[in-house]
């Protein structure tokens, strides 16, 4: 949906990197949803964020994954120590109205 | 426990063609149930979304219907399109807890392949 930016559009990461992902909501959006979709499944959710909040991370995995939204620029989703099995497509969807973006295409080589 | 059930897993039909898809879910309390179309490599885009007391919703070509009752829900594709090809999703909200806190079911989807 036009005005939710996420970049980059693919990132490829070596075992043990970090991967740093963006996500711009829509203008006026304070909301942001995180969302993984391995390959072949559906989307799971991740984490849920307000403007300097996180409001629910019960999709997050406990180890390796965080994620912020300062109160100025995007929404972070950083994952330390990459492997081969975070390689999927991570989504943002603004507000409560989940307004997607375009994805995060992730590869862990 | 709060789920959401989708079928057919894939389908398959021709051009011009209509189809229902389905979805029910077992989710309390109940909020809005949504439709999405995703595109090989896209983000999710919204079809539907429909509240407790809607029956049923237009959006071009796709209608969606909702039982509340039965906790079902269709999908109707009216003369399908080469375009139509793609994962089609059922996502039901609830509110979760004191606060407003909605939480999103996501269903696995039914993949379409429009044929010519």
């Known amino acids: 949906n036009a005005g939710v930016m996420q970049n980059p559009r693919h990132l490829v990461r070596r075992r043990g990197q970090e991967a740093r992902l963006r996500c711009s909501p829509m203008?006026?959006?304070?909301?942001v949803y995180w969302y993984r979709q391995l390959p072949e499944e559906g989307l799971k959710f991740m984490v849920y964020?307000?403007?300097?909040?996180?409001?629910?991370e019960s999709g997050m995995p406990k180890e390796r994954f965080s994620a912020e939204f300062p109160k100025e620029g995007p929404s972070i989703l950083r994952i330390q120590q990459v492997v081969r099995g975070d390689s999927a497509a991570y989504f943002c969807a603004s507000s409560h109205e989940q307004f997607f973006g375009p994805g995060t295409r992730l590869t862990v080589l | 426990k709060n789920q959401v059930e989708q079928s057919p897993q894939s389908l398959i039909i021709l051009e011009g063609k209509n189809c229902t898809l389905q979805c029910n879910y077992t989710v309390s309390p109940f909020s809005n149930l949504r439709w999405y179309k995703q595109d090989t490599g896209r983000g999710p885009v919204s079809l539907t979304i429909m509240t407790f007391s809607e029956n049923t919703k237009s959006n071009g070509r796709y209608t969606a219907t909702l039982d509340a009752d039965t906790k079902q829900s269709s999908l109707h594709i009216t003369a399908s399109q080469l375009s139509d090809s793609a994962s089609y999703i059922c996502?039901?909200?609830?509110?979760?807890?004191?606060?407003?806190?909605?939480?999103?079911?996501w269903g696995l989807g039914t993949s379409l392949a429009v044929n010519p």
């Open positions: 964020l307000q403007k300097e909040n996180i409001i629910d």
């Open positions: 996502v039901v909200s609830w509110l979760s807890g004191a606060g407003n806190n909605r939480k999103l079911i």
């Open positions: 203008k006026g959006h304070s909301h």
